[in-house]
């Protein structure tokens, strides 16, 4: 198993751009979900999903869109990128009520 | 939301012993979970703990919980520079699916 495959491992993009982060798990996990996180600011809810067709908020929703179209992919869409949208970003993947699998992180820098 | 509470630094001699301490929220969580984040890494599950349990060993680490004060502590025995790192709590909450996770404690090992 590869457990949570995120891509791309980096990215620089500019003001207003889009893009699409990538990340599928091979675990039949019904819960994903994005997080992205911030020096002394720990790790904050984006958006989830409890399974394919459902989605919800997280914590920090403003600029991110979010699918789950199969039980494996959850993509995350940056819609107009801003700088305040510089991070980490992590997905990670869980059954229910139990311990999360995180991929290896993307670091974005919107300039 | 309420807060999973954890000091920010921790620094220890190599050899000694850390204790990392945390705060949780939810006293019907099932689980709570520490997780390990080295430099540059995604975050990785080091140990968890079952909520009807008080204390759980493994290896060098050990996880404490006290139910009625809602306080996790990992242990960690005999402290080397390779657990450098930022540790997080977790625990989740009732609604059963988001994993509510601290800010993280990051371990200085000096030699």
């Known amino acids: 198993n590869a457990g949570v495959t995120q891509t791309p491992k980096f990215q620089v993009l500019k003001t207003g751009q889009s893009m699409t982060l990538q990340c599928a798990q091979d675990m039949n996990h019904e819960y994903m979900s994005w997080y992205r996180q911030d020096p002394g600011m720990g790790l904050r809810l984006i958006h989830y999903?409890?399974?394919?067709?459902?989605?919800d908020q997280g914590e920090v929703p403003n600029g991110y869109n979010v699918s789950r179209s199969t039980t494996e992919d959850f993509p995350l869409r940056l819609l107009s990128a801003a700088p305040s949208q510089t991070s980490v970003y992590f997905c990670?993947?869980?059954?229910?009520?139990?311990?999360?699998?995180f991929g290896q992180g993307t670091r974005l820098t919107v300039v | 939301g309420e807060d999973v509470e954890q000091s920010l630094f921790l620094s220890v001699r190599e050899g000694d012993s850390s204790v990392i301490n945390c705060t949780y929220t939810d006293s019907s969580s099932t689980y709570l979970y520490w997780y390990k984040q080295e430099p540059g890494a995604g975050l990785q599950l080091l140990t968890y703990i079952f909520s009807n349990m008080d204390m759980k060993q493994d290896q060098r680490l050990t996880v404490l919980l006290n139910k009625k004060d809602k306080h996790l502590s990992l242990r960690i025995a005999d402290t080397q520079t390779g657990d450098s790192a930022i540790y997080f709590c977790?625990?989740?909450?009732?609604?059963?699916?988001?994993?509510?996770f601290g800010k993280g404690t990051s371990l200085l090992v000096t030699p």
């Open positions: 977790a625990e989740v909450p009732n609604s059963g699916y988001a994993l509510n």
């Open positions: 999903s409890v399974g394919a067709g459902i989605t």
């Open positions: 990670a993947s869980s059954l229910r009520g139990r311990e999360a699998f």
